[in-house]
Nanobody, 126 residues
Framework: HVQLVESGGGSVQPGGSLTLSCTASGFTFSDSGMAWFRQVPGKEREGVAT???????SYGNSVTGRFSISRDNAKNTLYLQMDSLQPEDTAVYYC?????????????????????WGQGTQVTVS
């Protein structure tokens, strides 16, 4: 079975940093496009960052320059380094895994693209 487990969330002051991790199992991690999404209660899920299996990255406008997504295929782990955190970044952050399908890059910002999701980790900036 596929499993994604996030860790690293917590509470920080504005301007602080956190690094989130997502450990994957049950599928070929190195073949999968991966993403971080976040969600605030009552609002739609928002794309934060994506990373191609070949490590091409993209970011949501609100986090560009502050966040960095990366992956370590040897460890089956996805990361999100978050710097200069602001209260508006407060949300539950979710790790998501795609498939090797060629359409993934074009559809990477659409939550429905992703077949597998982690349980989420809370990030609170206050």
């Amino acid at each position: 079975h596929v499993q994604l487990v996030e860790s690293g969330g917590g509470s920080v002051q504005p301007g602080g940093s956190l690094t989130l991790s997502c450990t994957a199992s049950g599928f070929t991690f190195s073949d999968s496009g991966m993403a971080w999404f976040r969600q605030v209660p009552g609002k739609e899920r928002e794309g934060v960052a994506t990373i191609h299996k070949d490590s091409m990255t993209s970011y949501g406008n609100s986090v560009t320059g502050r966040f960095s997504i990366s992956r370590d295929n040897a460890k089956n782990t996805l990361y999100l380094q978050m710097d200069s955190l602001q209260p508006e970044d407060t949300a539950v952050y979710y790790c998501a895994a795609g498939t090797p399908a060629g359409r993934w890059w074009a559809r990477r910002w659409v939550p429905q693209t992703y077949n597998y999701w982690g349980q989420g980790t809370q990030v609170t900036v206050s």
